[in-house]
C-alpha cells in the first residue's frame, strides 16, 4: 500500500515537471523532432473530454493501443497527442514506440482513488 502511494506520488512529480518545462527544454526538443511523423492520434478523436472531471483512462488507451499497432504496421514511431485540457486517468500501459505529447495548456491527472492502480 505505502509503494502504491509512493509510485503515485512519483508520477504526480514527473507529470508536473514535465510539464513545466519551458520551450527550450529536451522534452520540448525530443518533441520537434517527431512532429514531422505522420503517424499520430490524438485523444480527443477516441472519445477523450478533457475536462477532470471524468476519467478519460478508456479513450487514452484506446489512442495508445491504436497508434502502437499502426506504428508497428508502418514500422515508425507514431504520436499519441494531448491538445489543451485536464485529463483524468487512471493506469495507463504505454506500447514501444508510442511517444506521448502533451500539447501547452494540457494536464494529465491520476486518478485518486487506490483502485486506479491496480496490482499485476
Known amino acids: 500500500m505505502v509503494f502504491k502511494i509512493y509510485i503515485q506520488l512519483l508520477l504526480q512529480l514527473v507529470l508536473t515537471t514535465l510539464q513545466s518545462h519551458s520551450a527550450t527544454s529536451r522534452i520540448s526538443i525530443l518533441q520537434s523532432n517527431y512532429h514531422n511523423l505522420r503517424l499520430s492520434f490524438s485523444v480527443i478523436d477516441f472519445g477523450a473530454i478533457g475536462s477532470g472531471n471524468y476519467y478519460d483512462t478508456i479513450p487514452i488507451q484506446s489512442a495508445i493501443d491504436a497508434c502502437a499497432s499502426s506504428s508497428a ?23 514501444s514506440r508510442v511517444f506521448l505529447i502533451i500539447q501547452k495548456k494540457a494536464t494529465i491527472l491520476g486518478g485518486r482513488r487506490l483502485e486506479d492502480y491496480p496490482e499485476k
Not at 78 to 88: A, M, Q, R
Open 73 to 95: 504496421l508502418h514500422g515508425s514511431h507514431c504520436l499519441v497527442t494531448f491538445p489543451p485540457g485536464k485529463y483524468l486517468t487512471a493506469t495507463l500501459y504505454l506500447k
